[in-house]
């Protein structure tokens, strides 16, 4: 499988970017742990408020992300996750809260949108990446996938609210699964791997180890797409491992939460 995102430096920012999607028309980015001012267990590009950083250090970080992507620092959209399935339309408003001090953003895990001037932004540190591109209706569709919102198929709920609001067809759509926790190293336990095989029975997302379980979950985003009308030809899928991508990725996981947030980004181009 060819790995669709690159790796590279902007403005010392390092950046995962997928130049396929971008012949396309749509930046599809991740951030890394590279290039922020963030110390110790967050360093150094920590994208959370939540984390153990100063305010100080994630807006710094946030200004030299805007400035790595040539994008205004006013037309990034955040909002509040939650592991749900709420399909957000971001708008100018979305933008204008979303790092605005003391003011509250909306609550969902996906964003869809066709506004050029708006940058989406969702926040992984393990939980699967999903861009949808619909270079017809020139919209896009963001989502964070953990495992709860991936049983609870938000990318298919987020694929059939942009074929409602924007008329995509998704025999005509590209999706991108970015880096996540892959299933070499997402050890989960028989409640969660029941849900994954009921969801999709015989699909093999659940892999048995020793007296270990481990899921799949960038394959169960996929084969949410591929039912939802996506041509397997279509859906390109990242190999990286946030797990194992040491250096460069924060994990939830492998760092037992102490550990720095990263942001899937898309826009139009």
């Not at 290039?35 to 267990?41: A, K, N, R």
């Not at 270079?135 to 709860?148: C, F, N, S, T």
């Not at 699964?177 to 190293?185: H, K, L, Q, R």
């Amino acid at each position: 499988m060819n790995e669709p995102f690159r790796y590279g430096l902007s403005h010392g920012v390092g950046l995962l970017q997928a130049p396929q999607m971008a012949s396309l028309g749509f930046a599809c980015a991740l951030s890394t742990r590279v290039g922020g001012v963030s110390i110790g267990e967050t360093a150094t590009m920590n994208l959370s408020f939540k984390r153990r950083d100063t305010e100080e250090n994630v807006r710094e970080n946030y200004r030299r992300l805007a400035a790595a992507l040539g994008r205004p620092l006013e037309s990034l959209c955040l909002s509040r996750q939650v592991h749900g399935v709420e399909v957000l339309e971001a708008n100018e408003m979305d933008a204008h809260r979303s790092l605005a001090p003391g003011a509250v953003s909306r609550e969902g895990d996906a964003w869809i949108s066709d506004d050029p001037a708006l940058t989406l932004i969702r926040h992984h540190a393990d939980c699967t990446p999903v861009y949808l591109a619909d270079p017809e209706h020139r919209a896009m569709g963001l989502i964070h996938a953990g495992w709860k919102g991936t049983v609870h198929a938000i990318a298919s709920r987020t694929l059939s609210a942009m074929v409602r609001r924007y008329g995509s067809r998704p025999e005509r759509m590209w999706a991108l699964i970015g880096p996540a926790i892959s299933a070499c190293c997402f050890e989960i336990g028989p409640d969660v791997a029941q849900l994954l095989e009921d969801g999709f029975p015989g699909a093999g997302l659940v892999q048995r180890r020793g007296d270990s379980l481990y899921g799949d979950l960038k394959a169960c985003n996929r084969l949410q797409l591929l039912q939802g009308g996506i041509p397997e030809c279509q859906i390109l899928t990242s190999s990286l491992c946030t797990s194992c991508c040491h250096d460069l990725l924060y994990s939830h996981r492998r760092e037992r939460g102490h550990t720095g947030i990263m942001a899937s980004i898309m826009y139009r181009l």
